[in-house]
């Protein structure tokens, strides 16, 4: 626990003051040193996969054990990009990722707010058994979930597709957005009834604002659920709806390493700029909220 | 019941019911599939079967005594409870230094470390097992850094199980923080101040206070990190080696390649009730928790 450090209140208010008035001890430095290497081992172990795939992207010789390529190419950006099956599936996944989001809002979040506010029989239980999605094995139930779909004749169709990707989100939709309203403080929805609001107004002036935070986080992580669900729509939507981590299967098993990098590059961009968007709710605790039973 | 009540409670069922049918269900079927009830909706997934088992009345269970008595069922069997077993042990204790570090420590490197940890949340599983096996593979990136600055051989990782583990922990690594981290913030400052002020050391703040008030969510991240790696497909089977592999891998090739889904489903029961078992230790945590949190009040 060498990193363990308690500081007192003062030590926190004024931190680059007390650092340097005194000099540092040896066990100071030693600490410091042994933090440094072992978070320089972090950015190794997860940045390094990303940076070298990055690098990659734009190799166009690159022999072991060389630490850099020895030719740099973009010709890859082009054969990806202009690729007209490459094109369709990234159209393909955002027309299905917002579809996927609001119907899964439209049956989950009402559910949420009712989960929160209102006392019923089997509440928790009824909230642990969504867990069911996790818990059984995604590949198995989408085998036995083929035969129900024939019945219905959703396989290969744009709703089967959408159906299988929901089964990815309804957790996250209910648990966190759930937990977001718990939080917020009975007495200001009082306030506001007091003072003379109506139900509704109260909840979209009052409510909703206050977990509008886990609401979002809970939007885009089921957006990038669906954005990122292989398995499942290749069973059920091919050969008709490849979406883009679909495509992604067929580009690292057929494809030299550079087209599969660029399209790596291409697919993290959406995960990356929408999760930079939420990421101090998440980092504030919202993720974690959510997946605490009440 | 008063009428708001039942109304919540109707519009609460909404996202169950939906996942009663489409999820519950299927399960059900998964289960009387694999026990030989070939009929009813399991009737178009039976007949893509090679070798399938039927009954004549009541469950049979000839499908798991072929699984248990295959060496290369028992094989993948082994391997997913020891991935399973090292990848949380794993995301456990990395999850705790962090989260213990960024408690603790204050400065520019605790600010590298929190937006460090949450990189791999931003990156889609099937890129990240990609580029985590370009990288740790023969002849990958760390092989050659290896090579240029210690000159010494590294054959790398990927391809095999400790590869597959390597996997589960990068992705992992996100959500075991974000939920130690959130548990660590709840410990007062003052309660730790108050124990170092009558003499108590480092270590028994760390065992006596911090520990004890962060088992719910060292529970939640252990349980979901264990369900999640159970189930795993991406990563085992980007990164991971042909035999043996894991469960949730096997259960594919079977389906796909062997064309027994029998087979497959009977291995998704297996898989599931490991998972349950996992999922009732966190239901159990949490009301155990609820119940001690309801006492002190």
Redesign the interface.
């Given at each position: 626990m060498s990193t363990l450090r308690v500081s007192n209140d003062e030590q926190a208010l004024t931190p680059r003051r007390a650092y340097s008035s005194r000099p540092l001890s040896t066990t100071q430095v030693v600490r410091w040193i042994i933090s440094c290497v072992i978070i320089l081992a972090l950015v190794l172990f997860i940045l390094g996969p990303l940076v070298i795939l990055f690098l990659w992207a734009f190799a166009d010789a690159w022999f072991y054990p060389a630490l850099l390529p020895h030719t740099w190419t973009f010709s890859w950006w082009q054969q990806i990009l202009l690729n007209g099956d490459i094109g369709h599936s990234i159209l393909l996944s955002f027309i299905f990722a917002p579809v996927v989001t609001l119907v899964s809002a439209a049956i989950c979040l009402p559910a949420a707010y009712a989960f929160a506010r209102f006392k019923f029989p089997g509440q928790r239980a009824f909230m642990v058994s969504l867990f069911a999605t996790n818990a059984f094995p995604k590949m198995g139930l989408y085998i036995v979930m083929a035969g129900l779909l024939y019945t219905f004749g959703l396989m290969d169709t744009f709703w089967g597709v959408v159906l299988v990707q929901l089964l990815n989100t309804v957790v996250v939709m209910t648990w966190i957005p759930s937990a977001a309203f718990a939080a917020v403080p009975r007495e200001l929805e009082d306030a506001a009834r007091d003072a003379g609001a109506g139900l509704w107004t109260t909840f979209w002036r009052v409510t909703l604002p206050l977990a509008r935070s886990g609401i979002m986080v809970a939007l885009i992580l089921s957006f990038l659920a669906s954005l990122d669900e292989a398995q499942g729509t290749f069973l059920v939507g091919s050969p008709d709806y490849i979406t883009m981590p679909t495509q992604m299967y067929t580009l690292v098993t057929s494809y030299p390493q550079q087209a599969a990098a660029v399209f790596s590059i291409v697919l993290s961009i959406p995960s990356f700029v929408l999760l930079l968007l939420v990421r101090k709710y998440i980092l504030g605790g919202t993720l974690a909220a959510g997946f605490r039973l009440r | 019941?008063r009428k708001?009540?039942?109304i919540?409670?109707l519009?609460?069922?909404?996202?169950?019911v939906?996942?009663?049918i489409?999820?519950?269900?299927?399960?059900l079927?998964?289960i009387a599939?694999s026990l030989g009830y070939t009929g009813g909706?399991?009737?178009?997934?039976a007949l893509l079967d090679q070798n399938l088992q039927v009954t004549q009345s009541g469950p049979i269970f000839s499908v798991y005594s072929h699984l248990i008595s295959d060496l290369s069922f028992q094989k993948d069997f082994w391997s997913t409870i020891w991935v399973t077993a090292l990848s949380v042990v794993l995301v456990l204790l990395i999850g705790w230094?962090?989260a213990?570090?960024m408690r603790?420590?204050?400065?520019w490197?605790v600010n590298?470390?929190?937006s460090?940890?949450?990189?791999?949340?931003?990156?889609?599983?099937?890129?990240?097992s990609?580029?985590?096996v370009?990288?740790?593979n023969t002849?990958?990136?760390?092989?050659?850094?290896i090579?240029?600055v210690l000159h010494l051989h590294f054959a790398g990782i990927g391809y095999t199980s400790f590869g597959v583990v390597v996997g589960q922990v990068?992705t992992n690594?996100p959500?075991a923080v974000?939920?130690l981290?959130?548990?660590l913030?709840a410990v007062p400052?003052p309660l730790?101040?108050a124990a170092?002020d009558t003499g108590a050391s480092?270590?028994t703040?760390?065992r006596r206070i911090i520990v004890p008030l962060n088992t719910?969510?060292t529970m939640?991240v252990g349980t979901?990190t264990g369900?999640?790696v159970?189930?795993s497909?991406?990563v085992p089977d980007?990164m991971g080696p042909t035999a043996p592999t894991m469960?949730?891998v096997s259960?594919?090739r079977y389906?796909q390649s062997f064309n027994e889904?029998q087979l497959?489903?009977a291995?998704?029961?297996i898989?599931?009730l490991l998972?349950?078992g996992?999922?009732a230790l966190?239901?159990w945590a949490?009301?155990r928790s609820?119940r001690k949190a309801g006492a002190t009040q």
């Open positions: - | 019941m708001s009540n039942v919540a409670m519009v609460a069922l909404i996202p169950i939906f996942i009663a489409f999820v519950g269900i299927p399960i079927m998964a599939f909706p399991n009737t178009t997934v230094g962090l213990l570090y603790f420590t204050r400065g490197l590298i470390v929190s460090l940890y949450i990189v791999p949340l931003f990156i889609p599983v099937v890129i990240a990609y580029a985590l370009t990288f740790w002849n990958g990136f760390m092989s050659a850094l090579e240029n990068w690594i959500f974000l939920m981290a959130s548990g913030q400052d730790i101040e170092r480092q270590l703040i760390l719910l969510p939640i979901f369900i999640g159970l189930g497909f991406t980007l469960l949730g259960m594919s389906y889904p497959s489903t291995v998704a029961v898989v599931f998972a349950a996992l999922g966190y239901v949490n009301i609820n």
